[in-house]
């Protein structure tokens, strides 16, 4: 990964619906730009669904139970004793539990903290300013 603006990581989720299991197409993205954050894009049949959350929630959820609201992490076994991270989404159209491979979670982590390791975020908050009151 030599682009030093993003970080991104591509895995399988598996997704278990209806006892059945259903595998589609998920990105963990990291971009400088915005520290503190993460985006996975799930891709879906109407097209792709982003969600923005906290890298910090990712990073700890291989680990330990982590998250209030709207999302939560942590990590499990599946259904043939693999280690996953579960990712937990709530939004008002109901919720999701997302299997992701431990291991595809930490290299994707790891990217992360190596182009700006924990505590020494940034963050931009005279061009985050503007870029709000640009918005209305």
């Known amino acids: 990964m030599n682009d ?9 989720v598996q997704i278990s619906e209806n006892e059945r299991d259903l595998a589609f ?6 971009d400088p730009a915005d520290p503190l954050a ?6 879906s049949i109407s097209g792709p669904v982003r969600w923005t959350f ?3 929630l990712i ?14 992490v942590w990590p ?21 539990l997302l299997q992701f491979p ?3 979670v930490h290299a994707f982590v790891s990217a992360s903290l190596e182009i700006v390791p924990e505590g020494t975020e940034q963050l931009d908050l005279d ?8 918005e209305d």
Not at 127 to 134: H, P, S
């Open 4 to 12: 030093k603006r993003t970080s991104t990581t591509t895995t399988a």
């Open 25 to 30: 197409g998920a990105e963990f993205h990291y």
């Open 38 to 43: 993460v985006t996975m894009v799930l891709e």
């Open 54 to 56: 906290a890298r910090e």
């Open 59 to 72: 990073a700890e959820g291989q680990f330990e139970p982590t998250g209030d609201g709207d999302v939560h």
């Open 76 to 96: 499990c076994l599946d259904s043939q004793g693999s280690a996953v991270v579960i990712v937990e989404l709530h939004s008002p159209d109901g919720a999701i």
């Open 102 to 104: 431990s291991r595809a």
């Open 127 to 134: 061009g985050w300013i503007e870029q709000l009151l640009a």
